[in-house]
């Protein structure tokens, strides 16, 4: 026998207008009657790889001890892995697809330990299709983890180095340029930009002009004024701001208005960076940066 685990946290592009979600968590609760599940979200949207690696990288320093299963899948029932690993000497199971969603929170965990790709149909539900890994696979996996199943027995031992990584991209960035990119827009409207505050050099000052490149924009951008921010209250009047958002990184944001929307942000949209100094005049709604 393994570890006994009480938590089962669990993210998933499956909404909840359908079965699926109860499905999965009628599956674990029959097997493994004592664990709790704690639902992430069910918001992802659908087959957004990177998306559902990014939320659950902003989740997993938070989760609470116990097995992660993130189900972002659209490779199901094709040669993809399904697979389970150890973290944090134990503390943790990430279950899930080995297509990309389970890297970052991974590496964000110390790393991988044991991993194994969940082959042995024992604990496994008998499928009358391929396509419901989460009801067949994975949440079974995840309850007989909880039950102390050790993780050896779900299969076949894996090299942790050889699984898929993360796709999330790197800023560009010089004394004079910062090259970003959209990672995320909540549902305030703030837009999370792959960029912490240590990126962005002191010397652009507290002014700070931003230029956004967008696929439908053919006239090659818009410019913004912006400036530094501690908070959304200080930006007042309509402006735009980069707050540091809780997840330590920067954002793009207003003070109950939806950035996104103001300025035509989306997901993996450029957004170039530089010293807003000598253009204030020119673009006089401002933009704000610091720790919220």
Known sequence: MGRRYETVSFLSDFGVEDEFVGVVKSVMR??????????????????????????????????????????????????????????????????????????????????????????????????????????????????????GVDLMELGDPVDADLLLPGVIPLPQADEATVIAQVLWVDRFGNAQLNVGPDDVPRGFGEQITIRIHTPTDPSGGTTRSARRATSYAELSGGAIGLVVDSSGMIAVAMDQRSAANELGLDVGDQVTLTSGDDDVAAHPQPVSIRPH
């Open 30 to 147: 029959e097997i493994a009657p004592h664990a709790v599940v704690i639902d992430l979200t069910h918001g992802i949207a659908p087959f957004d790889v990177r998306g559902g690696s990014l939320a659950l990288a902003r989740s997993i320093g938070y989760v609470a001890s116990g097995v992660v299963m993130a189900i972002v899948d659209p490779g199901v029932a094709s040669a993809r892995k399904g697979v389970a690993i150890e973290v944090a000497g134990g503390e943790g199971v990430l279950v899930g697809p080995d297509n990309g969603v389970l890297a970052p929170a991974v590496s964000m965990a110390g790393g991988a330990g044991r991993a194994v790709e969940l082959t042995n149909a024992e604990y496994q539900l008998h499928a009358v299709g391929a396509t419901f890994a989460g009801r067949d696979i994975f949440g079974p996996a995840a309850a007989h983890l909880c039950n």
